[in-house]
């Protein structure tokens, strides 16, 4: 049996929802797979901040993300509580990023889950405008679950604000 290779599938023209279905060939048959069975048309957002944010020295601290730059299924609050909490269970990638605005600090940032600490990336102190990132894979029921940008600086100061410096960003990679 033939590996199915991607410019064998056809181009798609108009947008795909959860009760559509992909026509895939291979070897003279056709297979149906739903949209929804392959994950695909989930949940994502990307936000960064706009307005620098004072960390403390030594405090782990939300970071507030005023600036979405998309957000597909309306589940970044980018005004209150600066989650996300998608309404479809899944896993998730969620990418978050961080620099410092003045001094060399030790820079840690972090992805929560439901109010604590569940992945954490953490260097030793930098120059001027050194930053971290983390990532994770976090599966989110769908309903009650959501993940949050903390931050945690050696030394208390502002954190930089722009798109390129300080992000949280989230997709989803499979429905549950």
Do not use: H
């Amino acid at each position: 049996m033939a590996d199915l290779k991607i410019s064998q599938l056809p181009a798609a023209t108009v947008p795909l929802t959860g009760t559509e279905t992909l026509p895939l060939v291979q070897s003279g048959a056709t297979k149906k797979v739903a949209v929804s069975d392959v994950g695909m048309y989930g949940p994502a957002f990307s936000a960064y901040q706009s307005v620098s944010q004072a960390v403390p020295s030594t405090t782990w601290t939300k970071v507030q993300l005023q600036t979405e730059e998309f957000d597909t299924g309306s589940a970044f609050d980018s005004t209150t509580n600066y989650r996300f909490q998608p309404t479809v269970a899944g896993y998730y990638q969620a990418n978050c990023g961080i620099q410092v605005a003045t001094a060399a600090s030790q820079v840690i940032c972090a992805v929560y889950k439901n109010g604590s600490s569940y992945k954490v990336g953490a260097v030793p102190s930098g120059p001027v405008g050194f930053g971290n990132t983390t990532s994770a894979l976090v599966y989110l029921n769908g309903s009650t679950d959501y993940i949050e940008f903390y931050a945690y600086f050696s030394i208390g100061q502002g954190s930089s604000a722009a798109s390129t410096d300080t992000y949280f960003q989230a997709s989803m990679t499979r429905r549950a």
